[in-house]
């Protein structure tokens, strides 16, 4: 399971799913044990096929070494670390895929000339360096002065790298995704009711898979932005989200693609 307090707001939506997709694989004949993050670091976990939301460092690292050793890890330590937001970024931006125009920085360094130079105003920073442990981690900033402030918090809280990607004007969509299947659920979460939101869900959906495909994740989702032009772009991509607004009918998928390759594994 996920550690606490790689799950901000989310423990309970994070810990639902997961059981969801343990029960599903026991309703399947599957024998499950459920460990925490903890007792995984600890070295309590001695099974051969593992299954997990792990986001602390040190889980990350443990699951490259099990997979390296011939088990298999879903989603995939090297995945999950890829989902990172220094290295997604640069992932992402060299694979061709729509994401916003970005810089990557140090936060004890002036940005201000960088980003006039880049023309960019209003922009999200990000800790780069790990997965979102604080609201505080993701910040909006109207312009380069107050850029140039968050980052100063940012270093004081010992967080040395930072992702700053352009503001996108348009409309949030969330997604959600288990890639090999037919799962795949959209929806633009501040659509009124009296307007329709418009794209096209099977771009969409192909562009998310390509994203989870070359990071290298199964179970996964995030946002993008469609702005007005129709132009789409992933501002944000998650190894194993909670699935809150879908996590009843994304949970057999889940398990199905686990059993799939389970089945593979256990072919070798």
Avoid at 75 to 95: D, K, Q, T
Avoid at 196 to 208: E, K, N, P, Q, T
Wanted: charged share 25%; with cysteine; net charge negative.
């Amino acid at each position: 399971m996920r550690a606490g307090a790689y799950s901000p707001n989310h423990i309970g939506n994070d810990a639902a799913i997961f059981n969801l997709v343990a029960d599903q694989l026991r309703k399947r004949g599957c024998v499950v044990n459920v460990y925490s993050e903890e007792q995984f670091i600890a070295g309590a976990v001695d099974e051969h096929i593992i299954v997990n939301m792990c986001r602390e460092q040190r889980s990350i690292s443990e699951l490259q070494r099990r997979e390296d050793a011939g088990d298999l890890v879903l989603n995939s330590g090297y995945g999950i670390e890829n989902c990172v937001r220094e290295r997604m970024c640069r992932i992402l931006m060299g694979s061709n895929l729509s994401y916003p125009q970005s810089l990557v920085v140090n936060t004890n360094e002036g940005v201000r000339d960088r980003l006039a130079a880049a023309g960019i105003e209003r922009c999200w920073i990000k800790r780069a360096d790990e997965h979102t442990r604080h609201k505080e981690d993701v910040s909006y900033v109207r312009h380069a002065e107050e850029a140039q402030e968050v980052l100063q918090e940012y270093f004081l809280r010992g967080i040395s790298r930072a992702v700053i990607n352009r503001h996108l004007d348009g409309e949030l969509v969330k997604f959600y995704g288990v890639l090999g299947t037919d799962f795949f659920h959209c929806f633009a979460p501040n659509a009124s009711d009296n307007s329709r939101s418009v794209f096209d869900a099977g771009s969409l959906r192909s562009m998310c898979e390509s994203a989870a495909d070359v990071l290298g994740v199964v179970v996964y989702g995030g946002d993008c932005v469609v702005e007005a032009d129709g132009t789409v772009s992933i501002i944000d991509f998650d190894d194993w989200p909670s699935f809150a607004p879908c996590r009843a009918e994304a949970a057999p998928y889940i398990a199905r693609e686990i059993l799939q390759r389970v089945k593979k594994f256990q072919k070798k």
